[in-house]
């Protein structure tokens, strides 16, 4: 849950997917928008081009007809058309010199090389002054004279202008709707898987009666949540049965054990017991004791392999657990002439069962300190390492196989069975079954020389980093 | 528990209830292990208790509501009506009544769960008479001295300070560390009651399992060795099969 938590919105899938949404969206909206702009701005050139085509041909036919004379007239009756329509005319000797027109200047530095060459013109008239874009149309008459028709482009390139303006507003608005919609979306989106999540991870730490709300919208998470929860429900029975199961095997192990060494104590009191009844009882008390903890082992190792949760789990500081054990086992290991060292950040909280955890921890140390011989070294760690709680024991004694540290892991593996050692073996099975009850990995590692067990815990909820609890009060 | 071998010395253990109890001391057993039930009623008869029997759950909630006890000790499983709400029904018609919860369970959550109902103490079953016995008599005393909250312990010449957290021994103070003094505390407020193993873990390590290695009989030695040390009478006192003690003894 963490993990999506860090990075909170953005790194949902449903933000990935409106991202990608709002992406196309805008990509669509500006194809549209743009390629209706380019037309436009097509047409309205078009437009003028024939224009300005015909008026060439109409002054060449004139040309043709009345020569230079009847052209010039042709020009200087047209020439009052320029406050009406913006229409631009000249007649130019073949030196580009005015003989006509109402332009002043021949605007071009000599022949132009576009078939539509474009200038600007200074219009000056009573009061005011202003520069008009004009586009023109150039042709050279039989005689060498030069004829320049012209138009106005100052009315459409406000038109063109006014719809760029439009156009890129358009767009805009629609990334800006887009990505509010596709944010909000996640954001709804994100916010119910969020729930389905966040219940998952209640009921794992142990909130078993948990179930998924349904909002009553008839939706696809509202099935969803109803299919979930009838998962949940028949799981929740399992658990019961699974406990009752082994509630009841526990009591018809325990009950006989409990008659028989109930019996033995009774006789341990008879008044004046030979010797020779007293100690034959006393040695089979202390097996019925030894098979009464194998049997308590054995017991924890099934209920922890059959996957039913952990029961009631509560922050447990592992720092100070650890110190704990290490002050308890320290006066036996300095007995045994070994060393016992213990480096722990109290800082290090982790969700679980403190008795669990606590003999998971013995179970680690007991092993070692029946291991390690004499003038040997043990120490025990507890440290915070990439968001998750590190709890490793290492010794410097003779270490374990390859092979046989990788079985370690499994249930009921019978590791650590060394030959001349007393030991049942299922200590480290117990250790690993308490590992895997609290989502938690054990590896036995080579410590060169020596034995290394690293338990990697996932930390309490109650100590997550800074940027999971940002983005959870964003996501709240 | 772990090698408890339950040896009892009548002479001893006989002595040391008398003197704690003027009245006898009345207890009812819930248990439907008739035959168990029949050894452990012999037991405490034998150690000085009144003993009653109930043989299912519902004949010892009436029994227990009825009579003028001392302290329940109830099976957790029992026909008719669990051990757990045996408890829960007594708590609520207000008695305050000590129960000690016997369970052949013994997992962690009903430990938890049998303390949480009121039990006010829990032992998994098969366990050693010893051991029960040093329980009853930690409840039986626990329950009318819990109001004299003191300030120093004292036994014979050796004295604790709670609040400097100091300890003396004929006036000459002794160092020891937070833990050791919790463990002298723990058996200073039990003066003259055998503490088993066990009952150690619990309360000074809060450990409720049992380690394979001799941890609180070294803790002991190292405790024996910083108070008794060099003194005449020895205080700490190891009772065979069972656990330790701590009195002055009348030689």
């Known amino acids: ?476 | 528990m772990a090698g408890a071998l339950g040896r009892a010395e009548p002479g001893s253990s006989a002595s040391n209830h008398s003197a704690v109890h003027s009245r006898s001391v009345h207890i009812l057993l819930i248990e439907d292990d008739t035959e168990a039930a029949r050894v452990l009623v012999t037991g405490l008869r034998e150690s000085g208790y009144t003993v009653d029997h109930a043989a299912d759950g519902r004949e010892g909630l009436s029994r227990a509501l009825a009579g003028k006890l001392d302290l329940i000790v109830t099976d957790r499983m029992l026909p008719h009506m669990d051990g757990l709400a045996i408890i829960q029904q007594l708590r609520r018609a207000r008695l305050t009544t000590p129960v000690l919860v016997l369970s052949a369970l013994g997992t962690v959550d009903d430990r938890i769960r049998g303390l949480k109902a009121g039990g006010d103490d829990y032992l998994t079953k098969p366990f050693a008479f010893a051991e029960l016995l040093a329980r009853i008599e930690a409840l039986l005393r626990r329950s009318p001295s819990a109001a004299a909250e003191s300030t120093v312990l004292r036994v014979a010449d050796l004295e604790f300070d709670l609040l400097a957290r100091k300890v003396t021994r004929a006036g000459e103070q002794i160092e020891l560390t937070a833990r050791e003094q919790k463990l002298l505390e723990f058996l200073m407020r039990r003066e003259g009651q055998v503490v088993t193993r066990t009952m150690l873990l619990e309360g000074v390590w809060d450990l409720h399992f049992d380690p394979q290695s001799n941890l609180v009989d070294v803790h002991i030695s190292r405790l024996r060795q910083a108070i008794d040390r060099g003194a005449e009478r020895p205080l700490i006192h190891t009772v065979r099969g069972s656990g330790y003690v701590l009195r002055e003894e009348e030689e």
């Open chain 1, 1 to 476: 849950m963490r993990e999506v938590r860090r990075w909170g919105l953005f790194n949902t899938s449903a933000f990935r997917m409106s991202m990608g949404y709002t992406l196309l969206v805008t990509l669509a909206v500006c194809v549209t928008l743009g390629s209706t702009y380019l037309l436009t701005q097509s047409i309205i050139q078009g437009d003028v081009d024939l224009i300005l085509d015909t008026e060439l041909r109409s002054l060449e036919n004139q040309y043709v007809r009345s020569g230079i004379p009847g052209v010039t007239d042709e020009i200087n009756l047209r020439i009052d058309s320029w406050g009406r329509i913006g229409a631009v005319y000249m007649l130019a000797d073949p030196k580009f010199e005015r003989l006509a027109g109402n332009v002043t200047n021949w605007p071009f530095d000599g022949e132009p090389a576009e078939p539509w060459p474009e200038f600007r013109i200074e219009s000056i008239e009573p009061g005011q002054s202003s520069v008009h874009p004009v586009r023109a149309a150039v042709r050279k008459l039989p005689n060498g004279d030069w004829l320049l028709v012209g138009t106005d482009m100052s009315q459409d390139r406000r038109y063109v202008r006014t719809f760029q303006i439009a156009t890129l507003w358009g767009i805009g608005l629609s990334i800006l709707a887009a990505g509010i919609a596709g944010f909000s979306f996640s954001f709804r989106l994100a916010r119910r898987v969020g729930h389905v999540t966040d219940t998952c991870v209640r009921i794992m730490s142990g909130e078993q009666g948990h179930r998924l709300p349904v909002i009553g919208t008839s939706d696809e998470f509202d099935a969803l949540a109803a299919s979930v929860n009838r998962v949940l429900d028949r799981l929740e029975e399992q658990t019961r049965t699974l406990r009752a199961t082994f509630d009841s095997v526990a009591h018809d192990l325990r009950a006989p054990l409990h008659r028989l060494r109930t019996r033995m104590d009774a006789v341990l009191r008879l008044p004046a017991l030979e010797p020779g009844i007293r100690e034959p009882v006393e040695s089979s008390l202390r097996e019925v004791d030894r098979l009464q903890r194998t049997l308590a082992t054995l017991l924890q190792i099934a209920l922890a392999e059959s996957g039913a949760p952990l029961a009631s789990p509560a922050p447990v500081n592992l720092g100070e657990l650890a110190d704990e054990l290490v002050e308890l086992f320290e006066p036996v290991a300095r007995e045994r002439g070994l060393t016992l060292t213990g480096r722990a950040d109290h800082g290090v909280i982790v969700e679980g069962n403190r008795q669990l955890l606590a003999q998971l921890i013995t179970n680690l140390l007991e092993n070692a300190l029946k291991y390690v011989p004499s003038g040997g070294r043990i120490d025990v760690a507890v440290k915070r390492l990439a968001g998750h709680a590190h709890l490793v024991i290492s010794d410097d004694g003779p270490g374990m196989p390859a092979e046989e540290r990788q079985r370690a892991g499994q249930p009921f593996a019978r590791v650590g069975q060394r030959s001349g050692l007393e030991g049942s073996g299922l200590g480290l099975s117990l250790v690993s079954a308490i590992a895997r009850l609290h989502r938690a990995r054990l590896t036995l590692e080579s410590n060169d020389p020596g034995l290394r067990a690293v338990v990697t815990l996932p930390l309490s909820a109650a100590q997550a980093p800074s940027p999971a609890s940002l983005s959870r009060s964003m996501s709240a």
